[in-house]
């Protein structure tokens, strides 16, 4: 399935690993939440990077102590409509400072994808369907945002208070 | 009133252009129906039994003249040449074709309106008190609040696809006129001991198959921290409301189910952990917002002339429409008029393009152009003149929108019903007909009673709180309605009881009307629906309903 990376089509260099698979030779492996909990000390002995698939029921706390070792966390919306994920991605960039890949796969639509990277989601699984339909343009349909959230958008009533005080400066 | 700036106006051309694409990818079959129903629902946009329905946002209810003439044109335009005001305080169209509806949203966006997230899983339209600003028994004006709260809500990243649809409501005054304890959260201006202004917090109220009321959560947050308050405990219900069951995820099943102790220690550690300043309310920031609601003039009009007077005595219709349909005002002089959409009868609510001229032509010469929407459907004109209300009163009764009865047993609260909802089981709307033609004509006697009509068990037409409720049930393909006394949804707010088995369609006026006679034989004194009710209890009223089957 295509991926966009920073608002680009790119290939996946992850290798995502079953739960019964053996660990392969690899730069960049991903497990289960499951197996890592299972076997977190023996895979942070790898030299490989590191990835977490987090299902949306398990607090983002829960990887707390790891975040140094994991260069991916791949969330999952099972349905577009189930938006746990969404929180789970804004705890993992803005309280706990996550600064490796933040993925989302499952039903990833186009017209979600704006909100996900408002919530700190750099890398999206998409469908076949997302070159032909250039879902890339779905990034710059707003350019106004009125709340703040984990990317740099400063949110509108930070900026009118901005242009007040600028005002209040020249004149 | 609040008024668009040019990030506002940039904002929702974007909005207009991005659903104007994704109605032309829907029509391309680029995107199946499925895919698009939360799309065009983020947009108010329904399909109901015989056409789209357009449900369009009318912030905290608060219209200017020009908004409520759009509204008019848009139902000369593309619609049947009417509109149907909510409970919500927001308007709907009924009759809308799904390829039009980029240029309705078009001509919204000229008025500085849209038609977002009035349905869909996330924030509805937050609603307060339609006599804000202009009340005698306020602490603040709630409408600042309410803007910085929509705008903050507005196209949330987090919380767009939450468990359930999401209802805020703000009261600034003494008497709750915005039913505040049925919201998910309700919001009350307070006085603190030390003076200062903020809000008592409640949380997990609502209607629908499991009506509760919703309980403190906080019983001060400064204005400073609204927001972020706020955002911790929808956090929390993102995280935790339940998901696998339509009926039990809305926030008020989550609060039942922690308890409101525990659902207090969750929201109070989320906030606590989490960036207050990021979403921190400072007071320069109040202080503009609060700059679009300016108090009225408080230079205080005549208080009669001989107009006025003359009037209250020679015509006895003017001076019942003034008792019942008048309220007073924070100015001496003033008075806060309601245009009842309830003339017996007609369907509850309803407003035809003409009429929506014709309140918009009045609010502009005789109100500083300001209309409200209430709960309870109705219109208000908030700051009018009383030595003008002669001349308000004759035009409103030319276009048959003076009808006395607002607090009275024909000021009936319906939802759309059978009529025109895919979900009801029950035509709501006929019953409210015969309902108000029947008891009208001795409304004035009974005095202040509210009967609230939903035609299914999802409670738009807010039954639990009828002083008498009805609720459409189907029974074998027949419509029953089910009858609930004694609820209520101001300050006492309570839900009312299931008196006995439903009655059929047809014999809803006869039930009604004997309950009537019921309260009016047992009431003392000054007695209220309610307190009659609450004082004898269910017996009479069931022994009078049922004895004669």
């Known amino acids: ?171 | 009133m609040y008024r668009y700036d040019s990030f506002d106006t940039r904002f929702i051309a974007e909005r207009v252009a991005q659903y104007r694409d994704q109605v032309r990818r829907r029509l391309a079959g680029q995107l199946t129906e499925e895919e698009f129903r939360p799309l065009r629902l983020m947009n108010g946009l329904y399909l109901q039994l015989h056409a789209y329905m357009l449900r369009i946002a009318i912030p905290y209810g608060t219209l200017s003249s020009r908004q409520l003439r759009q509204l008019g044109h848009i139902a000369r335009t593309w619609d049947r040449g009417f509109g149907h005001f909510t409970t919500r305080q927001n308007i709907q169209f009924h009759w809308i074709k799904l390829e039009e509806t980029p240029d309705i949203l078009a001509a919204l966006a000229e008025v500085e309106m849209h038609a977002i997230q009035t349905s869909g899983n996330s924030f509805r339209n937050t609603t307060t008190d339609p006599f804000a600003g202009a009340a005698i028994d306020e602490i603040e004006d709630p409408r600042p609040y309410c803007e910085i709260i929509r705008q903050w809500s507005t196209l949330h990243p987090e919380f767009s696809f939450l468990p359930r649809k999401f209802k805020i409501a703000v009261s600034g005054a003494a008497n709750d006129r915005a039913a505040v304890r049925v919201h998910d959260i309700g919001l009350y201006l307070r006085r603190n001991a030390a003076g200062e202004v903020g809000f008592e917090v409640l949380v997990g109220g609502g209607l629908g198959r499991t009506p509760i009321l919703a309980e403190t959560i906080r019983d001060f947050i400064p204005k400073r921290d609204l927001l972020s308050y706020i955002e911790a405990i929808l956090r929390i219900y993102n995280q935790y409301g339940r998901r696998d069951n339509l009926y039990k995820s809305r926030i008020k099943i989550l609060v039942q189910s922690l308890g409101i102790a525990r659902m207090r220690d969750e929201v109070e550690a989320e906030w606590t952990a989490m960036d207050h300043a990021a979403l921190a309310l400072p007071d320069e920031a109040i202080a503009e917002m609060a700059q679009f609601f300016p108090p009225p003039d408080p230079a205080p009009a005549p208080a009669d002339d001989d107009g006025f007077g003359a009037a209250l005595e020679t015509e006895p219709g003017f001076a019942r429409w003034v008792e019942q349909n008048t309220a007073p005002h924070k100015v001496r002089g003033h008075a806060i008029v309601t245009i009842s959409l309830k003339e017996p009868g007609l369907t509850p609510g309803d407003c035809t393009a003409e009429q929506m001229d014709l309140v918009a032509d009045l609010a502009d010469r005789y109100g500083q152009g300001e209309i409200r929407v209430t709960h309870e459907q109705n219109l208000v004109l908030p700051q009018i003149r009383r030595v003008d209300l002669p001349s308000v009163w004759r035009a409103l009764g030319a276009a048959r929108l003076a009808t006395a009865n607002v607090a009275l047993a024909s000021n009936i609260i319906a939802c759309p019903g059978l009529d025109y909802c895919g979900l009801a089981n029950a035509r709501s709307i006929p019953v409210a007909q015969r309902l108000a033609v029947a008891l009208a004509p001795r409304e004035r006697e009974i005095g202040d009673l509210q009967i609230k009509i939903s035609g299914c068990i999802n409670a738009c037409g807010h039954h639990h709180v009828g002083h008498i409720g009805l609720l459409g049930v189907d029974k074998n393909g027949e419509e029953f309605y089910q009858i609930t006394l004694g609820g209520s949804a101001d300050a006492n707010a309570a839900l009312g009881a299931i008196v006995g088995p439903a009655v059929k369609s047809e014999d809803v006026v006869h039930s009604v009307d004997t309950i009537v006679d019921v309260y009016l034989k047992l009431r003392t004194g000054g007695e209220r629906f309610p307190e009659t009710y609450r004082r004898v209890g269910n017996k009479p009223f069931k022994d009078a309903l049922y004895a004669a089957h």
């Open chain 1, 1 to 171: 399935m295509p991926l966009i990376r920073n608002e680009r089509f790119v290939m996946d260099t992850w290798r995502h690993l079953a739960d019964d698979e053996g660990v392969p030779d690899a730069p960049r492996l991903s497990v289960s939440y499951v197996r890592w909990i299972e076997q977190r000390n023996a895979l942070a002995m790898l030299p490989a990077s590191l990835g977490v698939r987090l299902p949306n029921d398990v607090s983002p706390q829960k990887l707390a102590p790891d975040l140094g070792r994991l260069g991916l966390i791949v969330l999952t919306f099972p349905r577009f409509t189930d938006g746990r994920a969404y929180s789970q991605a804004r705890l993992l960039r803005g309280r706990l400072g996550f600064a490796g890949e933040l993925r989302a796969e499952g039903e990833v639509l186009r017209d979600q994808l704006l909100f996900m990277r408002r919530c700190g989601f750099d890398a999206f699984t998409v469908s076949e369907r997302a070159v032909a339909e250039d879902w890339l343009a779905a990034f710059r349909e707003f350019d106004v945002f009125y709340q703040p959230a984990e990317d740099r958008e400063m949110p509108v009533l930070r900026r009118r208070l901005e242009a007040a005080r600028r005002h209040f400066t020249v004149a």
